[in-house]
């Protein structure tokens, strides 16, 4: 099993930054790759970055050049630093771990973002 805790998340301005934390516990070595996923009320969930145990960090289009993932797979941590936080951007951002094997992938509880004036 793993575990994973985020925290982070508020309510911000436009233009205003935030930072997000997942860190795993339990069966840590099996995790391959974790990232970050956003759902908007009444919207399916996104990929929003990823990255995985050898680096190769991806992020989506939307957010390209204003959000960074960041952390180390293979010690069960993983960050997401937002800029430029638009209106958009509002949504829970849940943490999510894949793990070698084809074992089910592992999600958090989510954290709430919400970017408002």
């Known amino acids: 099993q793993v575990q994973l805790v985020e925290s982070g998340g508020g309510l911000v301005q436009p233009g205003g930054s935030l930072r997000l934390s997942c860190v795993a516990s339990?069966?840590?070595?099996?995790?391959?790759?974790m990232g970050w996923y956003r759902q908007a009320p009444g919207k399916q969930r996104d990929l929003v970055a990823t990255?995985?145990?050898?680096?190769?960090?991806y992020c989506a289009d939307s957010v390209r050049g204003r959000f960074t993932i960041s952390g180390d797979s293979a010690k069960g941590t993983v960050y997401l630093q937002m800029n430029s936080l638009k209106p958009e951007d509002t949504a829970v951002y849940y943490c999510?771990?894949?793990?070698?094997?084809?074992?089910?992938?592992?999600w958090g509880q989510g954290t709430q973002v919400t970017v408002s004036s």
């Open positions: 990255t995985t145990r050898s680096g190769n960090p």
């Open positions: 339990g069966s840590i070595l099996t995790v391959r790759a």
């Open positions: 999510y771990a894949d793990r070698f094997g084809g074992i089910p992938r592992s």
